[in-house]
């Protein structure tokens, strides 16, 4: 299993930007996934962001695509570069790692980090 923790959230005014980051535990197959999901109160868990670890092919959202960007490094951790936020990106974002089908679907992700904070104000 792919241990994953993340860090990087914080307050910001509509429009500013974000850079969050999810250094994952991986012991043995390159071939898993990180994906950024987020969540508000009384809602499930809405995928944003996800990456292929192995080529680092990112997939997005309708509502980030052209704000958002997810990127990985050699060193198995994604990140995910928000800029132009808006009020409505504003929820707890936990970055999860895993083998799933859809990669903008919870399912198939087995490890969730424990989540960060991004405040977007208006």
């Known amino acids: 299993q792919v241990g994953t923790v993340e860090s990087g959230g914080g307050s910001v005014q509509a429009g500013g930007s974000l850079r969050l980051s999810c250094p994952a535990s991986?012991?043995?197959?390159?071939?898993?996934?990180l994906g950024w999901f987020r969540q508000v109160p009384g809602k499930g868990r809405e995928g944003v962001a996800a990456?292929?670890?192995?080529?680092?092919?990112p997939f997005y959202a309708e509502a980030v695509k052209g704000r958002f960007t997810i990127a990985r490094d050699n060193a198995n951790t994604a990140y995910l570069q928000m800029t132009r936020l808006k009020p409505e990106d504003t929820g707890m974002y936990y970055c999860?790692?895993?083998?799933?089908?859809?990669?903008?679907?919870?399912?198939?992700?087995?490890?969730w980090g424990q989540g960060t904070m991004v405040t977007v104000n208006s």
């Open positions: 991986a012991n043995t197959y390159s071939s898993y996934c």
């Open positions: 990456i292929a670890m192995s080529d680092g092919s």
């Open positions: 999860a790692a895993g083998y799933p089908e859809k990669l903008l679907n919870v399912d198939g992700y087995d490890s």
